[in-house]
T-cell receptor
Framework: AQSVTQLDSQVPVFEEAPVELRCNYSSSVSVYLFWYVQYPNQGLQLLLKYLSGSTLVKGINGFEAEFNKSQTSFHLRKPSVHISDTAEYFCAVKNSGTYKYIFGTGTRLKVLA | DADVTQTPRNRITKTGKRIMLECSQTKGHDRMYWYRQDPGLGLRLIYYSFDVKDINKGEISDGYSVSRQAQAKFSLSLESAIPNQTALYFC???????????????FGPGTRLTVT
């Protein structure tokens, strides 16, 4: 069965520093990949998605992610973070042809002044 | 106005009570989902519905039931609430029609439920 691993439960980083949030999934069958952000007391909002095509995906708020099929990874990156990026980030995977989205356990990004 | 709304936003109830959480959407999507979020566990699927006549159990459906009253409305019920159902509950929608928005899920703001 498909699974998603976000190894880092919390990532502290100073403002204007780069950040990478890691996501690995278990099954290499045809997949769709997503990163969502959850700000305090809000629902999840899509940052970016990979369905097919270019393996480098650009999203909102300056985030990007790279799909690496051989490593079954979809890491999220931002070259320079802001205080407003403080939130929880979820990676999600959907196998092609299935209904189910599998979510990781989330990574709490805390941007320090 | 928000595309996916949930009511109530917060609810405290006692063990054994029946409670209903409601979800409405204006996206026009056929697919609707109920998730619960617990700290350190991410989101887990409770039920999903692909249209008004198609309702399916997710991975943690025990103790829950749902009703799809219309394309736009999907309610989650706890027939007899228990403390370990204390969680944050999210409704989501998606469009399975093969459009450019396909597969993205749109989430409501969540309902924080506390069972004492």
């Amino acid at each position: 069965a498909q699974s998603v691993t976000q190894l880092d439960s919390q990532v502290p980083v100073f403002e204007e520093a780069p950040v990478e949030l890691r996501c690995n999934y278990s099954s290499s069958v045809s997949v769709y990949l997503f990163w969502y952000v959850q700000y305090p007391n809000q629902g999840l909002q899509l940052l970016l998605k990979y369905l097919s095509g270019s393996t480098l995906v650009k999203g909102i708020n300056g985030f990007e992610a790279e799909f690496n099929k051989s490593q079954t990874s979809f890491h999220l990156r931002k070259p320079s973070v802001h205080i407003s990026d403080t939130a929880e980030y979820f990676c999600a995977v959907k196998n092609s042809g299935t209904y189910k989205y599998i979510f990781g356990t989330g990574t709490r990004l805390k941007v320090l002044a | 106005d928000a595309d996916v709304t949930q009511t109530p936003r917060n609810r405290i109830t006692k063990t054994g009570k029946r409670i209903m959480l409601e979800c409405s959407q204006t996206k026009g999507h056929d697919r609707m989902y109920w998730y619960r979020q617990d700290p350190g566990l991410g989101l887990r699927l409770i039920y999903y519905s692909f249209d008004v006549k198609d309702i399916n159990k997710g991975e943690i459906s025990d103790g829950y039931s749902v009703s799809r009253q219309a394309q736009a409305k999907f309610s989650l019920s706890l027939e007899s609430a228990i403390p370990n159902q204390t969680a944050l509950y999210f409704c989501a929608t998606s469009d399975g029609a093969g459009t450019s928005d396909s597969y993205e899920q749109y989430f409501g703001p969540g309902t924080r439920l506390t069972v004492t």
